[in-house]
Every structure is written in C-alpha cells, then in structure tokens.
C-alpha cells in the first residue's frame, strides 16, 4: 500500500486533465445548437447569396481532411436558426459561441460581420486550441429565422474542422466558453510558461555541473515541449505556417528523443548506437517535415512521423517499466505511472489527429507535461536531498576521523617534542659538562696541583681560582636567553669585566652600534663567543700596560657575504708578531671557527693591538618583488 497516495493523487490529476475532454456542451432552451447547414466551396469575402449553386448540405463537426480534400479554400458555411427576442428579457444579451475551429473563421449575423478569430490572410490566425465567443446585440437578432455565416480558413495543409456552433443568451454560454477557455488556455499558458522555467533551471544546474549532462538532455527536453505546447496558445505565429508547424512537429519528437537520453542516464544505461540513430531520424525527420509540402504535410505528420514518435515512446515505457521491476521502489512505480499517462494521452492525440476517434476530443497530451516533468522534479529533488543527507552524513563522519587523527597527532607531536626536549636537555646537559670539563675542571686541577706543593705560589693559586670562577660565570651567562641579539650578549660581558678593567686601571670606551638579529645564537655559541671575549681582556690586563680599551661593532661586507665585526682595542705596547709561548691565542682561533666566525688580530710596538672577530650574518629571505623581508 506504498503508492496508495500516489495512485490517488495521480487519478485526481488525470480527472481534471480529462475534463475538458469528456462529454458535450449541451444547453437549455432558447439557446440553439447549429450542427445542420450548408457548404460552398468559394473564396467570395461576403456571405455568398443562399440561392447560389454549388451549396451542399452538411453536418458538423465536419472533418475537412475527410470531406473537402479536393475544395479550395477559404470556404463559407450557413446556419438557420429561429430566435423570439420577444420572450427575452430587454436585459439579456446573446452570443455566438464556438467550442473549436482549425483554424480560422469569421462570424456573419443576418449579412452583417459580427467578428472574427484575428488574421483571414497571411500567415492567418491559428485558433485551434482556442474556443471563440462572439457577443451579439438584441437588434441584430431577427424574429424568425436568422441566417448564420461563417467564413472559414483552415490549414494551409488542408486540415481543418469545424465544431457545433451555439447561439443563446450570454448567461447561458458565457460559463462554458469561460470553462473552456481556461483548462485550453489559461492551464496551456501556464504550461508552457513552467516547462521553460524548469528548462532554465535545469541549464543552469547543468552549466553548473558539466558533468551530469542528463541535466542537460532533461532540459532540452522541457524546451521542446514548452514549444509544443505553446503552439496551442499562440494565435498569431511569427513564422511562415509550414515552418512553424515543422517546428512543432519535429519539436514533439525531440522531446521524446531527449527525454529517452535523459532516461538512459537517468538509470545509467549506456546505448550510445542507439542514441545516435535516435538523433539521425530527429534530423531527418525534423527535414522531411518542412520537406513533405502543404498537401502532404498532415498525412506524413500523422500518419509517419507520429507513429514512428509512439514507436520510440514505447521503448521509452519499456525502459521505465524495466527499471521499476528491477528495483520496484514508490519512486519508480511513481515514475512508470506519469510516463504510462503521458503514453495514453499522447496516442489519444494522435488517433485524434489522424481521425480515428472523434474531433471534438481535446488533446490531452499538454495535460500530461505536468505529470510527467513533475514526478520527475519530484524524483531528482529527492534524489538531490539524498545525495545531501549521504554528503552531510560522510563529512560528519569524516569530521570524526579527522578529529580523532587530529588527537593522535597531538598525541604523537606532544611524544616527538617531549623525546626532542629530552634529547636537548641530554646534549645541553653533555655541553655544560664538556665545558666544565675543559674550562673549569682544568683551572680546578691546576689550583689544586698548586695547594699541593710545599710552598704553592699564592698569586698563581689566586690567578687559576679566579679564571675558574670567571669560567663558571660564562657558563652561567651564556644560558641566558639573548634573542639572537649579539649587543645584548656584548652587554653581558661588559657587566662581568667592568669592574676588573677599573680595578686595573683600565677605562672603557663603548661604541657599540645595532646589528642584525641572528637566528643561530644558541647557548655554546654565546659561551664560546664570550671565552674569545674573556681571553682578549685578559691578554689586555696581563700583557699591555693599556689605559683604554674600546669595544667597537660594526657591519662588515667580505667576498662570503655580510659578517657582524666586534673590534677590541686598545692603546698598549703592542706585540711584535705572535707570541710563541702560551695556548691563549690559539684557543681563541679554534674557538673562532668553531662557531664559524674568522678571527684578526693587527698589533705592532708601541701602537696597541686590535682584535676582530668577523660573525657570518644570516642572507635575508626576498620577496616576490626581489627585495628583502622585512621580516
């Protein structure tokens, strides 16, 4: 009982669509129905005298395809009819009423032109689809018998019919020509007006998304059909008939041919032979159309090219119903149902056109787009809806994993960087006793050999204990963070040694300027920088009888690139050469390039000496412009 509500929703709908369809237009007196008259075949532009030769008798509906093939045209009808103004209220008016004309006429009252359906000449006015309604006065009705002309232009191609026309009070025919006109119409311009919309969309979707091109073939399809379908509600076509007719015709057919692509991929089917064959007979077919001629024009229509179009309909049921066997969803049944409709009013129409069943049957096939196009918007919408649920479930889900990754890569990072601290603090715990090793144990181990001898030497005893503790100060100082600023460095020195040099009688003079942040001042690097530092003050207080040392910084270009030069100077006796005895000045050249710098020394006698040490500064990262970061 799935479809239960789809069933009746369905035959509601295919109710309403039959309505108009089903049943005469039947009306109470004094109102008349005019079905017996005379025809004569004559293109006279007035009602052509009743006592002329060649009237005939006739009966409405009257097939012209049938009965007047060999006639020309326009021709005229005439219609007797007895009317009693007199039993007529003074207020009440009539009216001349025409359920359907194929496809034009004008309405003549007692010889006097009452009005017509548009244009008798030309690309004359199509009113097929379009009931007519004449209002007519009190004075132009006779008492007695009143004579009722119509001149009638059919299709260029000979089809053509002509309904049981009605004349009667206005009150009486109004509503049904009313009702008429609205499901012929108003629901036809409606139609038409919703099958373009859903063509744009559709575009859209498919511009959108190149890839689902059955987007594309559903929309093409939508488009043939709202041109079909508008057909019915155009009176006055801008192209020549044969054209427009070839365009409505042909564009029927491609709307079946697009409508099977789009169900072939709709459902994943993959006939590519077929499609084109499909799309061949649409070109030839769409060419023998405006081919055939205005004679032939109705039989290859009716009679070819709409049987082959049932034909090709057919398969597309067949698809559709295979389909919804294969996976019997409410969707597919759904589905099968609209097309199954839309099948039936499609061979309606044309057992209709090719007269089979009466003339007077409305064509159901614009009825039908509704149907059809509308379960299938239905179907796609949910199927979108699906997709966006299946989407929003997989991103959740993927949000989940990605969270979860995300914690055991905190996990495993906060692992690496606890192994990476544990392994810098064991190569900083390594460093310290490297250099406590070096630097103060060595010291420790001379003053100690020093109190072990009989009379130590007190001085050298002071000296070797105080290079000890000043060593442990560098230490000390060197794990001070510097920011990779060299000056903040120099001024860590300059606090350890200032008292010493005024102790020794030794003025400063500090002309320290900015330098260049370096990146790579780590701990050992500071240490080793300030025992460079440490050994060159020494050699000043010990060795050169200076008076003044200068602390000098500046920038220094060299063929490696930028270097940062610390100068120490001062204003002793100076050296002749370097001194053979002694490790202090060779210590100071490995320590130099052990951290990558390059050491001068420029002394001669009596001019003091100068020391420069040259520190590699880092190349500063370009932008895209080729200049350097600020950064």
Not at 76 to 95: K, L, M, T
Request: charged content about 20%; glycine content about 8%; proline content about 6%.
């Amino acid at each position: 009982m799935a479809l239960t509500w789809q069933r009746a929703l369905l035959s509601a709908l295919l109710c309403v669509a039959m309505a108009p369809a089903n049943g005469g237009d039947y009306f109470p007196d004094p109102a008349v129905t005019l079905d017996q008259g005379w025809f004569i075949d004559t293109d006279a532009g007035s009602p052509p005298d009743p006592s002329a030769a060649g009237w005939r008798r006739i009966t409405l509906p009257d097939d012209w395809f049938r009965n007047h093939r060999d006639d020309g045209f326009p021709a005229w009808y005439r219609f007797e009819f007895e009317a009693a103004p007199s039993a007529i209220p003074p207020s009440e008016h009539w009216a001349i009423y025409l359920p359907a004309i194929n496809t034009n006429g004008e309405i003549w009252l007692n010889g006097e032109k009452i009005g017509d359906g548009g244009r008798m000449e030309g690309i004359v006015a199509r009113n097929w689809h379009r009931p007519l309604y004449f209002p007519i006065s009190r004075g132009q009705l006779r008492e007695g018998i009143n004579h009722l002309s119509v001149r009638f232009q059919p299709k260029r191609s000979g089809f053509g019919y002509l309904w049981p026309i009605h004349v009667g009070p206005d009150s009486v025919l109004q509503p049904a020509w009313e009702s008429k006109l609205f499901f012929k119409q108003t629901l036809i311009g409606v139609s038409a007006l919703l099958l373009a919309a859903f063509a744009i969309f559709l575009a859209i979707i498919w511009l959108l998304r190149r890839e689902e091109t059955l987007y594309a073939w559903f929309s093409a399809a939508c488009l043939a059909w709202s041109f079909f379908v508008f057909d019915m509600y155009v009176r006055h076509p801008p192209f020549p008939e044969r054209l427009w007719d070839t365009l409505v015709f042909s564009g029927v057919g491609w709307m079946v041919i697009f409508m099977a692509l789009f169900f072939h991929r709709f459902y994943g089917i993959s006939r590519p032979r077929l499609e084109r064959l499909a799309l061949i007979l649409g070109a030839l077919g769409t060419v023998a159309l405006y081919l055939s001629g205005d004679r032939h024009f109705h039989v290859f229509s009716s009679y070819v090219w709409d049987n082959l179009l049932i034909a090709f309909s057919l398969y597309l049921i067949w698809v559709i119903l295979r389909q919804s066997f294969r996976q019997p969803t409410a969707d597919n049944w759904l589905l099968s149902l609209a097309a199954s409709i839309v099948m039936a009013f499609g061979g309606h129409d044309n057992l209709t056109q090719m007269g089979v069943i009466g003339l007077d049957h409305t064509h159901l096939l614009p009825y039908g787009a509704p149907f059809l196009v509308g379960v299938l918007i239905w179907t796609l919408a949910k199927r979108f809806t699906r997709a966006l649920r299946e989407a929003e479930a997989l991103n959740l889900e993927l949000d989940r994993r990605v969270a979860d990754k995300h914690r055991q890569l905190e996990a495993y990072y906060a692992r690496i960087r606890q192994v990476e601290n544990e392994k810098i603090l064991a190569e900083e715990r390594g460093r310290i006793m490297r250099d406590m090793h070096d630097g103060t144990g060595g010291h420790l181990v001379s003053a100690l050999a020093l109190v072990e001898r009989d009379e130590p030497d007190h001085a050298v005893l002071k000296e070797t204990l105080q290079e000890a503790l000043d060593d442990v100060r560098l230490m000390i100082d060197s794990l001070d963070p510097v920011d990779e600023d060299l000056l903040a460095v120099l001024g860590m020195f300059r606090s350890r040694i200032d008292a010493r040099l005024r102790y020794s009688g030794i003025s400063i003079e500090w002309k320290v300027r900015e330098l260049p942040l370096m990146p790579d001042l780590g701990p050992e690097k500071v240490l080793q920088l300030m025992r460079i530092l440490q050994e060159v003050v020494t050699n000043v207080v010990k060795h050169s009888d200076a008076t003044v040392i200068t602390f000098r910084t500046s920038l220094h270009d060299g063929t490696k690139g930028r270097s940062a030069c610390i100068e120490i100077c001062d204003d002793g006796r100076g050296m002749n050469g370097m001194p053979r005895e002694g490790r202090g000045i060779p210590n100071m050249f490995h320590r130099a390039t052990d951290i990558g710098a390059r050491l001068e020394i420029d002394s001669a006698p009596g001019e003091g000496t100068c020391v420069r040490l040259f520190l590699p500064l880092p190349v500063p990262r370009r932008n895209g412009n080729g200049n350097p970061r600020g950064d």
